[in-house]
Each structure stands twice: as C-alpha cells, then as structure tokens.
C-alpha cells in the first residue's frame, strides 16, 4: 500500500496537460520577441493558468511507472488516474483534487502542490507530501506537455519514473466504483 501512495502522489503531481499549455504562436511560426511592457507576461501567466485549469478538468491520465532500485528500472507497470479539477490558491500553490482509488476505497482527495512554469510548461512539484491516511511523506517533479506527463517520485526507502498520456474525460460520481486499474490492484 504505500507504494501505492506513492504512485499517487505522482500522479497527483502530473495531473495537467494537453496541448493547452502552447502559448499562441504567430502565422509564420515564430515567437515573437519578449518585450518590456510589463503587462505583457502577466497576461501570458494568466492564460497558461488557465489553461492549467481547464486542462485539469475531468483528467485521465493512462501510463506507465517503474522502480528504480540500485540505479536501475524496474519492470513497467500500468497506471490511470482520474483528476476531476485544479484551483489555484495564490502564488504557486495551487490545489489538485485527485480521485484516489484503492482496494475498497474510493474518494476524492484535495491534494496542495506547486506549479511552476518552464516556458509554456508545467512542472508540478510536491516537496515531502504526507498522503492522507499513509505513514511517509512523498516528493515529485511532473513535467507536463502537448497531452503527455513524464516525472519522477520518491517516498521513504523507494523511488520510481512515470510518463504516459492524458485525455479528458466526462465527470464522475466520486464515489462510483471504477474500472480503472491501481497499482495496488496490479500487485
């Protein structure tokens, strides 16, 4: 179990995308050049937030993770996630609510995380994390891209890589069972 929340928290921490982080880009294909009108980057930080948002409306996520034990990967494992929506909360803080399910458990959780930007990419980021209801606290980098997520997590003794695609997907009654498959449930 707590690998899987783990894997949960790395999931929460990719839970963005889409091509709806691409800033807009002219006719002839090119950026323009960064100016010094100082409204000019706010505006552009409101519109890749969101479309963060919006990106993080009725989420899945479906991929693969692995171990990496000794400085090697562990064999691949599958994964979905569902994430049914993101706000942001001031600064870079924003809260992700995530669809945890495991074992007989099914709930939605608010999961609090930073956002940051690489450019017109978001880098989810989850510094020393305790799960609600596990024992050790997590950490994760998820960078996210044109419908796809690729990061990496740690938790106590254990560590791992994730990547795979995301797809929006029709609301859910939170408390509903699912078909989608955990880790746990893949163990």
């Known amino acids: 179990m707590k690998i899987a929340w783990t894997n949960l928290v790395a999931f929460v921490v990719l839970a963005a995308g889409t091509s709806a982080f691409t ?14 009108n100082r409204d000019a980057p706010i505006v552009a930080a409101q519109t ?9 409306s009725n989420a899945t996520f479906n991929g693969r993770w ?17 994430i049914i929506g993101a706000q942001k909360v001031g600064g870079d ?16 959780a608010p999961l609090p995380v930073q956002v940051k ?17 596990g024992s050790r ?15 990496t ?3 106590g003794d254990h560590a791992g890589l994730l990547m795979g695609v995301i797809t929006r997907t029709q609301p859910q009654n939170s408390s509903a069972a699912s ?4 880790r746990e449930e893949a163990r």
């Open 137 to 151: 606290a997590y950490s994760a980098r998820v960078l996210v891209h044109d419908g796809t997520y690729a990061g």
């Open 23 to 36: 800033q807009e880009t002219p006719a002839g294909g090119e950026r323009p050049e960064a100016t010094p």
């Open 117 to 133: 930007w690489a450019g017109d990419t978001a880098v989810i980021v989850v510094d020393n994390l305790a799960m609600p209801g």
């Open 93 to 108: 803080t924003w809260l992700i609510r995530t669809r945890i399910q495991y074992g007989e458990r099914d709930f939605v």
């Open 153 to 155: 997590w740690s938790g």
């Open 66 to 82: 692995c171990l990496l034990q000794d400085g090697k990967m562990g064999a691949e494992q599958e994964d979905k996630y569902t």
């Open 179 to 182: 078909d989608s498959t955990t």
């Open 48 to 56: 890749l937030e969101a479309r963060f948002a919006a990106a993080l």
